[in-house]
T-cell receptor
Framework: LAKTTQPISMDSYEGQEVNITCSHN???????ITWYQQFPSQGPRFIIQ???TKVTNEVASLFIPADRKSSTLSLPRVSLSDTAVYYC??????????FGAGTRLFVKA | NAGVTQTPKFQVLKTGQSMTLQCAQD?????MYWYRQDPGMGLRLIYY???????DKGEVPNGYNVSRLNKREFSLRLESAAPSQTSVYFC????????????FGPGTRLTVT
């Protein structure tokens, strides 16, 4: 199972774009890259998933370089409500899903 | 459509007591999971059920048992609670195992004294 490394915490201000980078040097050919968001006292919530290049949905964008050894979650114009923990997961999903400690994002007014 | 529901929301046990955490999903998902989350940590997989009738150990199964009662319900049992099992427990489900996003319940906060 691929191990991931991401910053422990990040600070931002409302309206800014936030980029959270995750390193996964030993990603396997069949692995997906998935990001979850977790608010205090709630279960994680799926944000976005990708395999290569760029994926965009209504919430975020995910950038994956050609070597797939890292990925960047981009949150456009964050608000206070985006304060949460963001988890980067690499694997084929299901029982092979490993949650690390995540990145705590603090959005300030 | 309630998604994934868990009961109870909170529970306090004394060391040695037993209890069962209940989980149900109404999305007709095949796979279900139990995780625990300790303060400031990520989630760790306790047990999972790839499909109705099957269960398998995850990363931290010791001290727990599970039952996949039917396609909707997946319960977690603590036979003899220990203080080390104080944690928040999350149940999740997904349509399949590979590549599918997981949907999480609201969690059960368990304290063992």
């Amino acid at each position: 199972l691929a191990k991931t490394t991401q910053p422990i915490s990040m600070d931002s201000y409302e309206g800014q774009e936030v980029n959270i980078t995750c390193s996964h040097n030993n990603i396997a050919t069949n692995d997906y890259i998935t990001w979850y968001q977790q608010f205090p006292s709630q279960g994680p919530r799926f944000i976005i998933q990708g395999y290569k290049t760029k994926v965009t949905n209504e919430v975020a964008s995910l950038f994956i370089p050609a070597d797939r050894k890292s990925s960047t979650l981009s949150l456009p114009r964050v608000s206070l409500s985006d304060t949460a923990v963001y988890y980067c997961l690499v694997g084929t999903g299901g029982f092979k899903t490993i949650f690390g400690a995540g990145t705590r994002l603090f959005v300030k007014a | 459509n309630a998604g994934v529901t868990q009961t109870p929301k909170f529970q306090v046990l004394k060391t040695g007591q037993s209890m069962t955490l209940q989980c149900a999903q109404d999305m007709n998902h095949n796979s279900m999971y139990w995780y625990r989350q300790d303060p400031g940590m990520g989630l760790r997989l306790i047990y999972y059920s790839a499909s109705e009738g099957t269960t398998d150990k995850g990363e931290v199964p010791n001290g727990y048992n599970v039952s996949r009662l039917n396609k909707r319900e997946f319960s977690l049992r603590l036979e003899s609670a220990a203080p080390s099992q104080t944690s928040v427990y999350f149940c999740a489900s997904s349509e399949a195992q590979v590549g599918d996003e997981q949907y999480f319940g609201p969690g059960t906060r368990l304290t063992v004294t």
